[in-house]
C-alpha cells in the first residue's frame, strides 16, 4: 500500500505539531462535495467553513472534539487534495452533542417556538400537535436557523418510521427532526462555499494570467513601436560613411546615460535573481495521483 503524503504543523509555540494527512486527490469539485455529503450523513456532521490565510479551506465541527479537514486546491490542474488531521469521528458522541445543546437550560432563548409557529398552519393542523407542543416547550431552538419546512418533513418521516416503537420518546423524534433538517441544510451550505471557493480561485489565476498577458502585450507594443521609429528614423536620415562613425564625444555622452538610468537596474535585477534562486524556495503544487481504491 502507498504511503500517503503527511505534513506536521505548528500552530502556536506551546502546543504540539498537528500531524495532517492528504487522503484524496479530487479533480471534480462536485465529487469532492460528494464525498464530503458522505461523511456527514454517516457521522451525521455539522461543517463549520473557513478559509485559511493560504487560500485553503478548513472544515470543522462546533462543540464535538473531532478531525477537521482542509481542501487544497491544485492550480496546475484545476483539481483538490483533501488533507485530514489525527482523530476519529465518533457518532454518538456528535449526536450527543446536539441533543444537550437543544436541550431547554434554565437561560430561556430571546427568540421562542411560540412565535415561529402561532401562524403555522402545518403546526396548528398536526394530528400530534398537543405532543409537539409539550416538547417544544423542554427544548432550546432558535428557530430562525432552521427552515420549517424541511422540519416537518422529516418529522412525518420519522414519526411514520418510529412512532411505533414505544421505546423512543417523542421528544427524541423531534430532536431527531431537528437534526435531519440541519444536517439537510448544512449540505447545501457546504456545496454552496465548495462551488464559491473554487469560483474564488479560479478567477484569481485568471486574473494572474491576464496581468501576464497585458504585461507582455505591452512589451511587445512597445518594442514594435521601438523597431518602427528606428526604421523611420534610418530612411529619413539617409546615413552616409561619415553619419556612422561614432566619436569620442559621443562614446561619453552614451556611457554618462547608461551610468545614470539604467547601471542600478541592472544590478538590482541581478541580486533580484540571486535571491530568488537560492533564497526563497517554492513549493511545488505537483504530486503523483494516490493510489488509493476510490471512495465514492
Known sequence: MTELETIYLQVNENEPKIKLTCIHHFHNILKLTKYLNALQDKYQLILQVEETVTDNLKLFTDGVKAPFYIVEFNESDDSFYLWKSEGKFIKDSIISSFYNTHLRTTKRIENPWETNFKDDSIYQTHPFKEKIKLVLNDLNVNWKSFDKQIFWDRLDRIIEKCHSDGNISFKSLILMALLKTRLIQNKSFLKNELLNYHTKMKSHISSEESILSSDDADYSTTSSSANSLLSTEERQRKFSDS?????????????????????????????????????????????????TKSCF
Open 243 to 291: 553619419d556612422i562613425h561614432i566619436t569620442e564625444p559621443m562614446n561619453n555622452q552614451l556611457k554618462e546615460i547608461f551610468n545614470e538610468h539604467f547601471k542600478l537596474m541592472v544590478e538590482n535585477y541581478e541580486f533580484f535573481e540571486l535571491r530568488t534562486k537560492n533564497g526563497i524556495p517554492k513549493r511545488t503544487r505537483t504530486r503523483e495521483p494516490f493510489k
